[in-house]
């Protein structure tokens, strides 16, 4: 009845015998035909990109898919398996790029973008050959003749169609928000992908920044900080990224926490009291101490004012959600910038005074909108400064030591070293990020945020941990998704806007 096994097994041959048995016999599509009427099981792959060769992970992530398929199969299950092939996106474009010699959005704009897209349409199927031997060598069935790719208009429409949906429900908005930028690519980056390109010895600057008190409120805070108004004082606040100075648009301190007025080489700084010794200034003079709370309202000189420059200054509430954006000119008797308190000051480092940045971070971005903050965006998505700065047209790293002599020549630099410290990187191109509000098209995820979160309560997984652990903690993190990019090689997003009146 069964034929004799020999004691030395090949056990590839052996493998291969069966895939040929199978390919032979057409068991795949037998075991789904045999199961056709049955309750549907539906499978599409999430798809891989193909231009690229397949590599050891993929095997991993197609043998899961199978088993799932295998086992709602074997269950009775009528369970058809449609492949899919990603063909769009920022690695086919990086790739292109590579193979023309760009290396920036300008220069394939200047090569013309519909040639350039054809280019990327001709180079996404190179190695579905290779996917295709590896899929079949590892024994994962799938229907390959007919898969679904990207590129085809069929499915982009079916694209069009869900937003058309989430639009209907009012899940789509147009907003500023600050994320994960890169200067090279051009894109925004998920937080998946930022997670990828995080660097432990990255090396910037440590600088600790001088911000003038005007005039007015030392005279109103005279007795308060027990100083003498003829001599200037000064708000001090550390920073690692001195290129988003000429953003600034506000001082944040601890409401609760004690700030010392030290005086020094015949002036006043302001600081956390607890972190004099680290800053170095132990051995000074302190001539009085102030609660946080009781240096909000002041107002400081802009270090870099933007109307100087021919860089716009705009104003929070209206760059938000109903993406409205004036320019305010310079107020009459000069501008200047708040003192206001957060709950993220730290008082672990720095000076316990944190320099706000609307335009450059995420918290300050969430501080611009609560306290109605100016916003000044002075760099562009090139990572160049604009304006007419000494440092504008340099990219921001570039700008960074410009920046510190022009503050150095006006007596605004208290210290300046180097740090190492971590920082992330774009993991395609090694570019460093950029944190930068900009305008973007979002999926309202967090108005069925609740909802995904009970569905996630019913989910049996495995392994467990992952239910309340990475997945069930992403559910309760959850932010609305941005799901527009500044590329071009991908599915046209369908949102006209009226030239007349402006409306979506």
Known sequence: MFRKVGSKVNFPQIEQDILRFWKEHGISNKSIEARRGNQHYVFYE??????????IHHVLSRLFKDIICRYKTMKGYHVPRKAGWDTHGLPVELEV???????????????????FNQKCRESVFNYIKEWEVMTERIGYWLDMKHPYITLDNGYIKSCWW??????DKGLIYQG????????????SLSSHEVALGYRDDAEDPSVYI?????????????????????????????????????GNTALAVA????????????????????????????????????????????????????????????????????????????????????????????????????????????????????RGLDFVQSVDLEGKVTGTYPFSDKFVKDADPLILDDLKSRGLLYRSERIIHTYPFCWRCETP????????????TTAVKDRLISGNAEINWYPSHIKYGRFGDWLENNVDWAFSRERYWGTPLNIWCCSSCGNY
């Open 46 to 55: 999430g798809p891989p990109t193909a231009n690229g060769s397949p590599g």
């Open 162 to 167: 869900i937003v058309k949906k989430l639009w």
């Open 210 to 246: 001088k911000f003038r008190i005007i005039p007015d409120t030392l005279i109103a805070w005279r007795r308060l900080l027990n100083i003498d108004i003829d001599k200037p004082a000064y708000f001090l606040a550390w920073t690692t990224t001195p290129w988003t100075l000429p």
């Open 176 to 187: 500023y928000k600050v994320t994960p930028h890169c200067p090279r690519c051009g894109t």
């Open 255 to 370: 409401p609760q926490a004690e700030y010392a007025v030290a005086e020094v080489d015949g002036e006043y700084l302001i600081l956390a009291s607890t972190l004099l010794e680290q800053v170095g200034l132990g051995p000074c003079r302190v001539v009085g101490s102030v609660k946080g709370r009781d240096l909000l309202g002041a107002r400081y000189e802009p270090l870099f004012n933007p109307h100087k420059y021919s860089v716009g200054r705009e104003h929070f509430p209206l760059i938000i959600e109903a993406g409205i954006r004036k320019t305010w000119s310079e107020p009459r008797g000069g501008l200047t910038y708040p003192v206001i308190d957060t709950d993220f000051v730290s008082l672990e480092e720095g000076t316990g005074i944190v320099h706000i940045a609307p335009a450059f971070g995420e918290v300050d971005f969430d501080a611009g909108v609560d």
């Open 433 to 444: 990020l950029l944190y930068y509000a900009k305008k973007a098209w979002y999926i309202r």
């Open 97 to 115: 790029e590579s193979s023309l010699g760009f290396s920036n959005k300008a220069q394939i704009e200047q090569y013309g973008v519909a040639q």
